[in-house]
């Protein structure tokens, strides 16, 4: 866990991100482990804007107190957000999970990107941001040869 000094003499823990990565889906098996399927970190589309119909942010925080609010913020490569905090939620965790790592996966439903690009999805606690991953929205390649489109009525 980084520290650093807040005030002369008071010492304050800051939250770690452990790690963070997008997937198309993550569960909890009844045995309480995570599973993802689909990690991801780019985006195709074939025209902008484009509208992903769903994601998952899965993630890791090494806490350092048991009441702290977390969201998820989606920005664009000039850091204009795209969708405001996503999933603000309060976590309330139990007596000594300090000692223990806080996991959580946040579905992302239709997120709307106006074109191609570098983007972030940033993990906010209290409102500040402990960590990040980008998230690169390409348009696809279009495949050989002639589509229907191509074709024009003569």
Do not use: C, W
């Not at 005030?7 to 939250?15: A, D, R, S």
């Not at 998820?72 to 905090?85: F, I, N, Q, T």
């Not at 939620?89 to 996966?105: C, R, T, Y």
């Not at 709307?112 to 348009?139: A, C, M, N, R, T």
């Amino acid at each position: 866990m980084r520290q650093f000094l807040h005030k002369p003499g008071i010492v304050v823990k800051i939250m770690k991100l452990l790690y963070v990565l997008l997937a198309d889906h993550a569960f909890l098996s009844i045995d309480r482990k995570l599973n993802i399927i689909g990690v991801f970190e780019t985006i195709n589309a074939s025209k902008f804007p484009v509208t992903h119909p769903k994601f998952v942010v899965i993630g890791s925080i090494a806490p350092s107190k048991n009441k702290f609010k977390m969201s998820v913020a989606l920005s664009d490569e000039e850091g204009k957000p795209l969708m405001g905090k996503l999933n603000e939620k309060e976590i309330d965790l139990p007596e000594g999970a300090l000692n223990k790592n806080f996991n959580f996966i946040i579905e992302i439903i239709n997120p709307s990107f106006p074109k191609s690009g570098d983007y972030k999805v940033q993990i906010l606690v209290e409102g500040e941001k402990i960590g990040e991953q980008s998230l690169k929205v390409l348009e696809a390649p279009k495949p050989p040869g002639i589509s229907l489109s191509d074709l024009k009525p003569s």
